[in-house]
């Protein structure tokens, strides 16, 4: 089983698209300004907060290895 | 009367300084009533930036919704065609709200992203050497005729599918295309000729991919088809959106850019000396600052579809709504020193490719191109020097598209 994953949004740069709640939406939804917000880093499976992280068309979403620190995306 | 400002966003004014015109109108009357054409003209960033991300309330189903006769006015006569081209602007992707746009996007949106979009770079950077090369054999260039459009150009066509030989063909009929944004009272005959040309010829690219899928966006919109998200005529509609947008947006980017690295030498300088030592890279924080600083497309329509209160205003539900990103990118309230080139800016959250749900699709190819395209000019001239004093621009309302840019280099 995978281990835990620690995922941020660059608010900077994320545009709203709401592509991460679409694709993995127990891990992300929009905040107040309709930017993305994570809910839950492990809320989604880890294959669909990777492809969500993907999809960011800024590529505003960074995802690593909680435990060994990896960066996994981008 | 808020604001002395004539209405006609047609005129001189308006097309030669729309960051004098715009920046007039968000400084006097930012959400503002333009009696001339019966529209709200939307100037302020926080403003724009609230509507795009309330896509709910601002539906882009304009042409579909829209019944209303086309502004400026056109003839009388022509409006059976207005009604094909109606028809047909209706099909594009972007013309949809959700849940089906996200259902059309959806199909292409991997094919754009970030990631994906990388493997095109070698391939672009190969293209402006070979014009570059060119260009320095007659030690001067045009740079809109003979950089920033083939470029693009060559890029989409490759991505397309399409032979290179049709550049010339597919440039002919992309700009009859562009007189949906102008105000020219016979512009329906050629947006309608145009249109119908390139369904013509992009018909049979479209059943050929069908039945033999190949690695080309074509063969994705054509997969949409196969999946019942799109109709046969859809995919042949949104292949011309995205041979237009694809290579249009760039050319202006390119060309806009290019021009305000000539107006402003210091920044050029800075270009040029590089230190690679910034996240993200200096060449992409200009690439950025050129969108904000003087954006290919200018303004954007919705309509609305409900009433909603904006800046102390009553917008009524089926109004008619444009923003403009010129005077969005240029708002005090957002950017510091809003009229100052300057390359280095960041964050820089501009809105050259709008934003929410329908940021621009091919915002990534659209970087690259310009990352490349003035990391290239820096690194291959001391200097570009400007061979004209006038700025001709196309008199349209959506893009900021120099008919012409004469240079000779260093």
Redesign the interface.
Known sequence: MAGKLQVTIDL??C?????CP?IAGKSFDLND??QGRVIDPDGDTRENVLEAA??????AIMVVDAESGEQLF? | MVTAINDDMFSGLAIEDPYAYYGQLREEDPVHWNEKYNLWVLTRYEDVVWCTRHNEIFSSAVFKNDYRAPYPEVEESDMGLYDDVRKFFASWFIQHDRPVHMDMRRVLHGYFTPKSMEQWRPMVKSVIKDLLDEADEQGEMDIMRDFATPLPLFVIAQMMGMPYEDRKFIRMLAEKLLFIGRGDIGRMQPLHDGIYELIDYLSPVVEARIKNPEDDFISVLADGERKGIYTREQVVSNAILLLLAGHETTINLICNGSLAFMQHPDQWAALKNDQGDVVPPLINRATEECLRYDPPVKSIQRIAGEDVELGGKLIRKNDRIRWFITGANRDPEKFEDPDTFNINRWPNAHVGFGSGIHHCLGATLARLEGQEAFKALADRYESLNLETKEFDYQPSITFRSLKALPVTMN
Request: charge should be negative.
């Open positions: 900077n740069v545009v709203g698209n709401a592509m679409h300004d309709r993907e999809a960011c068309p800024v590529s981008p």
